[in-house]
């Protein structure tokens, strides 16, 4: 792996900064705009919201799948941005293709969790299914072929739109991945206590993440860009950290709409 070179490295704040940022923002696509949403739309109201479920007064399943479907979306949509090539500067083209992976990894990913634990919206659609193992082993099975077709997708977007060597790739991974696991993880054992379950998914859903996604980091190799490195940004650090600081002490431990 080639080394970079000192003056020409992403700025760390910023980088864990966006992956803060995007992390935050594909969970609230699923408990508020997803699930959350379908619960206002239906004429329902949120009793609690917090950073890994969220509670409706009445339960349907259409809600229920509002949540994957909203992360598919959002996946869809950040894969969209950087195929058609609008013009981004780097900064905001590092944090689409992080909405991309995380929305796309997590929405393929729940399902394999939803079948080795029996916990999610996966299991609560076909928890009517019997014998269970059957549709446990199916989501598992569907899941992770899935997943692995979607890391190539997401990685190859990252080489067609960013593309400037497996080095920085890796090093923003980590740095990323870092930032949104640090205040998932903060935000669960303040918010949730750090029960095993609880304290695995928001792992999965960031460090997990960016662990897959290091499997493939040969693939990554220097694209045509006009700008790559991330430069530091006061703004995305400030609202990097006063997200934070909302995610870990008001989500985590859950709170209620005013709506």
Sequence with gaps: MAAIDSAERDDVTTVLSLGVLAYTLETMFHEGMGHGGLCFAQGHHITLLTPLWMRCDVTTPLMVFAGPAANLIAAVASFMMLRIGWRMGSRLRLFVWLCLAFNGLVVVGYPIVGGITGFGDWPY???????????????????????????????????????????????????????????????????????????????????????????????????????????????????????????????????????
């Excluded at 990685?155 to 060597?165: K, L, P």
């Design 125 to 259: 659609l076909f928890r009517s299914n019997q014998p269970a193992w059957v549709w446990r082993v199916s989501l598992a099975v569907i899941g992770l072929s899935c997943y692995l077709i979607a890391l190539n997708v997401i990685v190859s977007s990252y080489v067609n739109s960013i593309g400037d060597g497996c080095a920085r790739f890796v090093r923003r991974l980590v740095l990323a991945t870092t930032g949104a696991g640090t205040v998932a993880m903060a935000a669960q054992v303040y918010g949730q206590s750090g029960t095993p379950l609880g304290l695995f998914l928001p792992a999965a859903c960031t460090l997990g993440v960016g662990g897959s996604l290091y499997l493939l980091r040969d693939m990554v190799v220097t694209a045509a860009n006009t700008e790559t490195v991330v430069r530091r940004s006061l703004p995305i650090i400030a609202s990097g950290a006063v997200v934070a600081a909302i995610y870990v002490l008001l989500i985590g431990p859950g709170i209620v709409p005013s709506l």
